[in-house]
């Protein structure tokens, strides 16, 4: 999970190191499985599209809200009445219809 100093070559950015090169500007986060979203992949993407400081909030409400370890999956609830903009915009962002989705943890 670091830059890597190699260059997007879509937007010159740099690309991050996180099991894989990519761009977190220009490449919208994998679905792991059909259940699944790698949660650090949709913060970056978040991040870098447009809410600088997005990642490290979201991490510091989630460390409130549940206790995880590396390789483990929360569930987390959309929403709906905005008292909580932090899982509202993950789940708008993500384009995530559905009330809960399962976000797998891994570093
Ligand atoms: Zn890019």
């Known amino acids: 999970m670091h830059e890597t100093g ?3 070559e879509a937007c010159d950015k740099s690309k991050i190191m996180y099991y894989r090169e990519y761009c977190p500007r ?3 986060p994998r679905i ?5 979203y790698n ?7 978040i991040e ?3 809410h600088p400081g997005f990642k490290a909030k979201f991490w510091e409400m989630l460390i409130d809200l549940t206790s995880f370890t590396n390789e483990s999956t929360v569930e987390l609830w ?5 008292s909580n ?6 789940f708008d962002k993500m384009g995530i ?4 989705m399962t976000f797998e943890i891994s570093w």
């Open 39 to 45: 949660l650090l992949e949709c913060l970056y993407y």
């Open 78 to 82: 959309n929403d709906i009445d905005g």
């Open 97 to 100: 219809k559905d009330t809960t």
């Open 85 to 90: 903009p932090l899982l509202k915009e993950l």
């Open 32 to 36: 792991k499985t059909m259940d699944y």
């Open 48 to 50: 870098a599209t447009g």
């Open 26 to 28: 220009c490449e919208e």
């Open 6 to 8: 190699n260059l997007c």
